[in-house]
């Protein structure tokens, strides 16, 4: 069983918005910090935001700040990252992952479940 399908990709104009869902089949990941990751072409995969098991502490790279909102509702087994006023170095592949909250960071080699197929988000100049 695939740990996480992310979803909500697409293409969309520079300024436009996106929100992308990540659902997790493992339970466990409902008490687990979840986070954003994306990768660009020929780009190693790097940190988009985090959030801890509850929602209670919230980072975003600097990247995202002020133009992306995480949240999650366990409930649902669903993390989601609104992003908003995209612009193309937005483009890539995103993933989500469960992992360790470190400095305000999570970096993709701290992620504790196996990486999903992503969702490709083109943002077009």
């Known amino acids: 069983q695939v740990p996480v399908v992310e979803s909500g990709g697409g293409l969309v104009q520079a300024g436009g918005s996106l929100r992308l869902s990540c659902v997790w089949s493992?339970?466990?990941?409902?008490?687990?910090?979840m986070g954003w990751f994306r990768q660009a072409p020929g780009k190693e995969r790097e940190f988009v935001a985090c959030?801890?098991?509850?929602?209670?502490?919230?980072y975003t790279a600097d990247s995202g700040k002020d133009r992306f909102t995480i949240s999650r509702d366990n409930d649902r087994n669903t993390m989601y990252l609104q992003m908003d006023r995209l612009k193309p170095e937005d483009t890539g592949v995103y993933y989500c992952?469960?992992?360790?909250?470190?400095?305000?960071?999570?970096?993709?080699?701290?992620?504790?479940?196996?990486w999903g197929q992503g969702t490709q988000v083109t943002v077009a100049s």
């Open positions: 992952n469960a992992g360790i909250i470190t400095t305000a960071t999570m970096t993709p080699s701290d992620v504790l479940g196996s």
């Open positions: 493992a339970p466990a990941y409902s008490k687990y910090a």
């Open positions: 959030l801890s098991w509850n929602g209670g502490r919230i």
